[in-house]
Each structure stands twice: as structure tokens, then as C-alpha cells.
């Protein structure tokens, strides 16, 4: 079966402070990519990052970087120098077929 | 330049009805996505568009759900007798070709059945 698994349904973070929100997935293939996608309340979903299955390194986005393990099927997603308006959803994702499949979401709170 | 749009952006529909959702991608993306989020979930694959070929419906719950694509460009969610299970927010979205690129998503349409 192709799963994403989000333990943690909500997080907080002190402004300034980096967290790490969890993401491990299950799934058959080999090549595949990997997204962590944010949704603010106003509930437009936005790209956060990206990850390419095939490649070791992991990505960075300015603030945003992950710690990919394949063989763990772990997909984290760090954030440094929380700020107010990365409170959101967080979702973790990976490619299958032509469909992204998602894990249920985890909640973040950037506290002032 | 313009993003997706969705319209409505609420639906408040009595059960056994047909509604229908529409969706405006951007200009020029040959890929067009539509997911279901129910509360507390993660998004849910319902079905996929790419230019002129055959669209991959193979996460459409049931027969009730058809979705439709004209001329390459907008499309049409069609949900016919509508269920309470079928209230949910549905997102659409488009990209370029290939699923390793960036999806764009639109703002949803929050789908009520009473």
C-alpha cells in the first residue's frame, strides 16, 4: 500500500526556534519524489519543498531543508527561524503514478 | 499572472442533488489535478488530466463522481446524487506535464450536503 504518516497531528514553536515536523511513507516504487506542501487558513495550498528519490543530497529552501532517508523512508522537514506566517498545515507527499499521495497534515503554530 | 481559480467557493446542497465545481487553471498548464480533503484528512487523489489523453480517473470513489476537461483548459467536477460522506473541500490544481513538478493548487470549494 502507498501511506504517508504524519505523527505529529500539531506542533508549536517559539518564534525565532527551528522545528522539525515528521514525515515516513511507505511505497513500492524506486524513483519516486517527495513534497512537503504548507496550507495557511485561507487553504491555498503552497510548495514548500522538493526531493528527488534518486538524489542522496538533501534539498534546502532558504529557511526550509529536509533530512531524506530512503532506506528509512523518513522525510523530515526542518524549519529554521520560525516565523509568524509559517503557521499552517503542513502536508508530506510523494509521487505515484500521476497522483500525489498525502499524509493527514500536521498542524503548526508559530507562538509571538 | 493569474493563479487557479475555483468556483464556488462554498456549495451548501440538499442531499440527492447534482452539483457541479468548476475550475480555471492556469494558462498554458497541460496538467490538471482534482483532490478531495475531508476533515482532519490529508488530500485525496480523485483524478488526473493531461493534455488530450485519456484523463486517469482511478480515484473517483463511484460512479456518482465525473469530472470533464474542455479544450484543454477548465474543468467540471460533477458530483450526481450527492451524500453526506461527499462534503468535503475540493481542490483543484494544475501544473506542467509530469508529476515531478510543482502542483498549483486553487483555494477550494467547500462542498456542504445536508
Known amino acids: 500500500a502507498q501511506t504517508v504518516t504524519q505523527s505529529q497531528p500539531e506542533m508549536s514553536v517559539q518564534e525565532a526556534e527551528t522545528v522539525t515536523l515528521s514525515c515516513t511513507y511507505d511505497?513500492?516504487?524506486?524513483?519516486?519524489?517527495l513534497f512537503w506542501y504548507k496550507q495557511p487558513p485561507s487553504r491555498q495550498m503552497i510548495l514548500v519543498i522538493r526531493?528527488?528519490?534518486?538524489?542522496?543530497q538533501n534539498a534546502t529552501e532558504n529557511r526550509f531543508s529536509v533530512n531524506f532517508q530512503k532506506a528509512a523512508k523518513s522525510f523530515s522537514l526542518k524549519i529554521s527561524d520560525s516565523q509568524l506566517g509559517d503557521t499552517a498545515m503542513y502536508f508530506c507527499?510523494?509521487?505515484?503514478?500521476?497522483?500525489?499521495?498525502f499524509g493527514a497534515g500536521t498542524i503548526l503554530r508559530v507562538k509571538s | 499572472g493569474a493563479g487557479v481559480s475555483q468556483s464556488p467557493s462554498n456549495k451548501v446542497t440538499e442531499k440527492g442533488k447534482d452539483v457541479e465545481l468548476r475550475c480555471d487553471p492556469i494558462?498554458?498548464?497541460?496538467?490538471l489535478y482534482w483532490y478531495r480533503q475531508s476533515l482532519g484528512q490529508g488530500l485525496e487523489f480523485l483524478i488526473y488530466?493531461?493534455?488530450?489523453?485519456?484523463?486517469?480517473k482511478s480515484g473517483l470513489p463511484s460512479d456518482r463522481f465525473s469530472a470533464e476537461r474542455t479544450g484543454g483548459s477548465v474543468s467540471t467536477l460533477t458530483i450526481q446524487r450527492t451524500q453526506q460522506e461527499d462534503s468535503a473541500v475540493y481542490l483543484c490544481?494544475?501544473?506542467?506535464?509530469?508529476?515531478?513538478?510543482?502542483?498549483?493548487f486553487g483555494p477550494g470549494t467547500r462542498l456542504t450536503v445536508t
Open positions: 488530466f493531461q493534455g488530450n489523453s485519456a484523463p486517469d
Open positions: 507527499a510523494f509521487s505515484y503514478g500521476n497522483k500525489l499521495v
Open positions: 511505497t513500492s516504487e524506486n524513483n519516486y519524489y
Open positions: 526531493q528527488e528519490a534518486y538524489k542522496q
Open positions: 490544481a494544475s501544473g506542467r506535464s509530469g508529476i515531478q513538478y510543482e502542483q498549483y
Open positions: 494558462s498554458g498548464h497541460t496538467a
